[in-house]
Antibody
Framework: QVQLQDSGPGLVKPSQTLSLTCTVS??????????WSWIRQHPGKGLEWIGY???????YYSPSLKSRVTISVDTSKNQFSLKLTSVTAADTAVYYC??????????WGRGTLVTVSS | EVVLTQSPDFQSVTPKEKVTITCRAS??????LHWYQQKPDQSPKLLIK???QSFSGVPSRFSGSGSGTDFTLTINSLEAEDAATYYC?????????FGQGTKLEIK
């Protein structure tokens, strides 16, 4: 079955760029009407949608993060990625990759804790 | 932005009890409301989609209802493994939003 595996640095310095990758295994990232998504969860808090991308490149972002976020899909590697620029301590969170289909997030990665600290 | 408000924030319950969690939307979202379960140190898992449709593999004791602005997640005959935080999520309009979560503790 399809699985998502997120990866990336667990520590990022303030003002730098957070970069995470999610690898899709067991299926093609180009198949179906899926949007490939990132969601984050601040420590002890609820879930915050960051945005998602279709494999063709169409993207949708949360207005609160739009100026700093890029989500892209690499079909040759069956991966999608998140870049968040100019990070601060407020961006410290667990970042989840997830698959979005017809209204809901039906498959999630395990999550990566990213701490922003010098 | 659609704001989702869940109640209660926390509930302590005994096994076999029936549990009801509500989610209220700040504007009508039709049936575009979904429920997730998140156990400690795990990623969320989809339980109910479009207000009342059970997701594949989810135990039958979980059910959902509602439409418009008021929605309910019901857990019949609670089991110890149901200790988790439950979130509602709306996909009616962007940005996608989640409720603040309801934490269930099993006594």
């Amino acid at each position: 079955q399809v699985q998502l595996q997120d990866s990336g640095p667990g520590l990022v310095k303030p003002s730098q760029t957070l970069s995470l990758t999610c690898t899709v295994s067991g299926g093609s990232i180009s198949s179906g009407a899926y949007y490939w998504s990132w969601i984050r969860q601040h420590p002890g808090k609820g879930l915050e949608w960051i945005g998602y991308s279709y494999h063709s490149g169409s993207t949708y972002y949360s207005p609160s993060l739009k100026s700093r976020v890029t989500i892209s899909v690499d079909t040759s590697k069956n991966q999608f990625s998140l870049k968040l620029t100019s990070v601060t301590a407020a961006d410290t969170a667990v970042y989840y990759c997830a698959r979005y289909v017809t209204g809901n997030f039906d498959l999630w990665g395990r999550g990566t804790l990213v701490t922003v600290s010098s | 932005e659609v704001v989702l408000t869940q109640s209660p924030d926390f509930q302590s319950v005994t096994p076999k009890e029936k549990v009801t969690i509500t989610c209220r939307a700040s504007q009508s979202i039709g049936s575009s409301l979904h429920w997730y379960q998140q156990k400690p140190d795990q990623s969320p898992k989809l339980l109910i989609k479009f207000a009342s449709q059970s997701f594949s593999g989810v135990p039958s004791r979980f059910s959902g209802s509602g439409s418009g602005t008021d929605f309910t997640l019901t857990i019949n005959s609670l089991e110890a493994e149901d200790a988790a935080t439950y979130y509602c999520h709306q996909s009616s309009s962007l940005p996608q939003t989640f409720g603040q979560g309801t934490k269930l503790e099993i006594k």
